[in-house]
């Protein structure tokens, strides 16, 4: 039986215990001709769109922000601490740069003025952001910030927040000089990495990689809202007590580990790359409820929109492994958002490690990190045709230069 039937069956058998502690999704507000509204946090850009938050990441919409700045793949390296610069029209390394310890992530600010890189340093909990100059693809002096993992911003702009994963910590710092502003304890998310944003901007889910759970983060009042734990389709499961109160479906004999998450085109769902799931859980952003499950390839990982919003690009990184072995059984897997189903499979010939990455401005590449290969691929979108370009040791989280958008979120570009 596929796993989406078992998913079912299972979600069937636990609706009459759920259902009368489970609320119902809240509704977004609707105006009198039933045209759905947006209405976000202060100091957020407007939703042009409400059925696609990804409207204006669109192939022709460069911001005028980013006019000048170099076409680059900017390619961070965990175990060599520097980055290499790869030009997307030779497909050639055109330079590369030293910067901190364990460097995991290239990040665009809000701004889209500045790549920054985090070095998060893993044996000690301070680490650096090195910032780099789009317009020259040099890096300027690093800054001293605890345990930098990850780092996104808030939908205003207002805030970069450093995800302190070993500190089980959310650091939100001036998105500029990157001093502390204030901070959220995540206490029960143990190796918080990936978020994405409510379409409104008053919340984010953040995935905890060794607890095999979510969290969800109030942006607005500064809490934690609540943890949900991914289930995995066929496990045995039994029904707990929340941390919100409400009873919740847990597996009791797998945990997974949850890596990228990105929201659906109308922003009311989220996608979760699991890498022992080797697939996405798709979980309701308002309830907090896991409503589905698609499966992909062996060890899930990334997840990247199309530049139309169409679908969605994941990474499978062939291991399921922290620390797996090159030429896996790495590929990805193509998921069309209207339908939730696996519209295409691009296999590595002779086998491989998708990791992170992004989609070129103009929507025809889709550039991932090979993690455990010490390589770059470069996916054609059309065709899945891929070709490798031979890089630094162990790459991790890429950024494609410029990309469309009119302000960052961070991550490897999670622009709107």
């Known amino acids: 039986m596929k796993f989406d039937v078992l998913f079912r069956d299972l979600v069937a058998m636990s609706t009459l215990l759920l259902m009368l502690s489970a609320p119902a999704p809240a509704q977004p507000p609707a105006t009198a001709g039933g045209t759905r509204t947006v209405v976000t946090v202060p100091g957020m850009p407007p939703v042009p769109d409400p059925s696609n938050l990804y409207s204006e990441t669109a192939a022709a919409k460069l911001s005028p922000a980013v006019a000048g700045d170099l076409r680059r793949i900017y390619v961070p390296h965990i175990q060599s601490n520097d980055v290499y610069v790869i030009d997307p029209t030779t497909y050639q390394v055109v330079g590369k740069f030293k910067v901190g310890l364990n460097p995991q992530h290239v990040v665009p600010s809000w701004d889209l003025r500045t790549l920054w890189v985090a070095n998060n340093a893993e044996n000690t909990t301070r680490g650096s952001l090195t910032p780099v100059d789009p317009q020259t693809g040099k890096p300027g002096p690093p800054i001293s910030v605890d345990d930098p993992y990850n780092m996104y911003f808030t939908p205003d702009g207002k805030s970069a927040i450093i995800v302190a994963e070993a500190l089980k910590r959310l650091d939100f710092r001036d998105p500029k000089t990157m001093q502390l502003q204030y901070s959220i304890d995540v206490p029960k998310c143990a190796g918080i990495n990936h978020a994405d944003f409510s379409i409104d901007g008053r919340y984010a889910i953040f995935t905890c990689e060794?607890?095999?759970?979510?969290?969800?983060?109030?942006?607005?009042?500064?809490?934690?809202?609540?943890?949900?734990?991914?289930?995995?389709?066929?496990?045995?499961?039994?029904?707990?007590?929340?941390?919100?109160?409400?009873?919740?479906?847990?597996?009791?004999?797998?945990?997974?580990?949850?890596?990228?998450?990105?929201?659906?085109?109308?922003?009311?769902?989220?996608?979760?790359?699991?890498?022992?799931?080797?697939?996405?859980?798709?979980?309701?952003?308002?309830?907090?409820?896991?409503?589905?499950?698609?499966?992909?390839?062996?060890?899930?990982?990334?997840?990247?929109?199309?530049?139309?919003?169409?679908?969605?690009?994941?990474?499978?990184?062939?291991?399921?492994?922290?620390?797996?072995?090159?030429?896996?059984?790495?590929?990805?897997?193509?998921?069309?958002?209207?339908?939730?189903?696996?519209?295409?499979?691009?296999?590595?010939?002779?086998?491989?490690?998708?990791?992170?990455?992004?989609?070129?401005?103009?929507?025809?590449?889709?550039?991932?990190?090979?993690?455990?290969?010490?390589?770059?691929?470069?996916?054609?979108?059309?065709?899945?045709?891929?070709?490798?370009?031979?890089?630094?040791?162990?790459?991790?989280?890429?950024?494609?230069?410029?990309?469309?958008?009119?302000?960052?979120?961070?991550?490897?570009?999670?622009?709107?």
Not at 283 to 301: A, M, N, P, W, Y
Not at 344 to 359: E, F, K, L, T, Y
């Open 210 to 416: 060794f607890s095999g759970t979510v969290a969800k983060v109030d942006l607005v009042d500064r809490r934690v809202l609540g943890y949900t734990q991914m289930i995995q389709p066929g496990r045995p499961t039994k029904v707990v007590k929340g941390s919100d109160g409400r009873d919740e479906l847990i597996c009791t004999t797998w945990k997974g580990m949850p890596q990228d998450i990105r929201a659906s085109p109308d922003g009311r769902l989220f996608y979760v790359a699991d890498m022992m799931a080797d697939g996405v859980h798709v979980v309701d952003g308002e309830s907090l409820r896991q409503v589905g499950f698609i499966e992909t390839g062996k060890g899930t990982h990334g997840l990247y929109p199309s530049r139309d919003g169409s679908k969605l690009y994941v990474a499978n990184r062939g291991s399921n492994k922290i620390h797996g072995a090159p030429k896996g059984k790495g590929s990805v897997s193509v998921i069309d958002f209207a339908t939730g189903k696996v519209v295409a499979n691009w296999p590595i010939p002779g086998g491989g490690s998708p990791d992170m990455g992004n989609v070129s401005a103009d929507g025809r590449v889709l550039w991932l990190s090979g993690r455990y290969d010490n390589v770059v691929y470069a996916f054609d979108t059309t065709t899945g045709e891929v070709r490798s370009i031979p890089v630094g040791k162990e790459p991790h989280g890429l950024t494609v230069w410029p990309q469309p958008g009119r302000y960052s979120l961070g991550h490897t570009g999670n622009l709107r």
